[in-house]
């Protein structure tokens, strides 16, 4: 998976195939450099909003497609994950 090859291509990186990189040393690199990580996200940290920026971005060219068909909610998915934005940002932006 993505996330593997990630991992084992910082691990290379950071020890040089070496000891020294287990679960925990990953965990580390993926928090924020404010926290003393290396900011490095993973598949499942940018899922979600990944999602929601693709439905987003062509949201105005999907309503002009289907303003005259019955199809007019962008879905539960979209729900569901806008849900999951704005309760880890702590906002109702959108």
Same mark, same amino acid.
């Given at each position: ?8 291509? %910082?691990?290379?990186?950071?020890? *040089? +195939?070496?000891?020294? $990189?287990?679960?925990? #040393?990953?965990? /580390? ?5 404010a926290f003393g990580?290396?900011?490095?996200y993973s598949v499942?940290?940018? %899922?979600?909003?990944?999602?929601? *920026? +693709?439905?987003?971005? $062509?949201?105005?060219? #999907?309503?002009? /497609? ?29």
């Open positions: 998976s993505f996330d593997m090859a990630l991992r084992s291509s %910082l691990e290379r990186i950071v020890t *040089a +195939s070496g000891p020294g $990189f287990g679960d925990w #040393q990953w965990r /580390l690199s993926t928090l924020p450099f990580g290396l900011g490095v499942g940290d940018v %899922l979600n909003y990944a999602f929601l *920026a +693709s439905r987003l971005q $062509f949201a105005g060219l #999907q309503t002009k /497609l289907l303003r005259h068909t019955s199809v007019v909610s962008p879905g539960p998915i979209f729900d569901d994950a806008l849900s999951v934005f704005n309760t880890s940002m702590e906002t109702d932006l959108l």
